[in-house]
């Protein structure tokens, strides 16, 4: 069974910087796929960025050159670094994991088999 935590939601201004972290608990093999993925009020859960256990990443367009997803393998723990903030950023962001052999660069939430919580992100103009 695994179980993920992230951070405490947080606030930017336009234009600004936050870095959110996933805590894996439980057994994690060594081929898996970790995402992450963030949903504006009242819209669905769309994939941003996914990275597999050898490093390997994939963005969504909309994030490309603004996200970073990495990970500290030997702490169980996976980042989201956020840069050049916008207001379409607020929401709520999850980070997900699945057992596969390799991360698809179609992010899909029906993909994931496990879910954090969630992290409130709001960022003013």
């Known amino acids: 069974q695994v179980q993920l935590q992230q951070s405490e939601g947080d606030s930017v201004q336009a234009g600004g910087s936050l870095k959110l972290t996933c805590s894996v608990f439980g057994s994690i093999y060594s081929s898996y796929c970790m995402a992450w993925f963030h949903q504006s009020p009242g819209k669905d859960r769309e994939g941003g960025a996914n990275?597999?256990?050898?490093?390997?990443?994939n963005y969504a367009d909309s994030v490309k050159g603004r996200f970073t997803a990495s990970q500290d393998k030997a702490n169980n723990v996976l980042y989201l670094e956020l840069n050049n903030m916008q207001p379409e950023d607020t929401g709520i962001y999850y980070c997900?994991?699945?057992?596969?052999?390799?991360?698809?660069?179609?992010?899909?939430?029906?993909?994931?088999?496990?879910w954090g919580q969630g992290t409130q992100v709001t960022v003013s103009s």
């Open positions: 990275i597999e256990s050898d490093g390997s990443t």
């Open positions: 997900a994991a699945a057992y596969l052999t390799y991360c698809s660069g179609n992010i899909v939430a029906s993909d994931f088999n496990y």
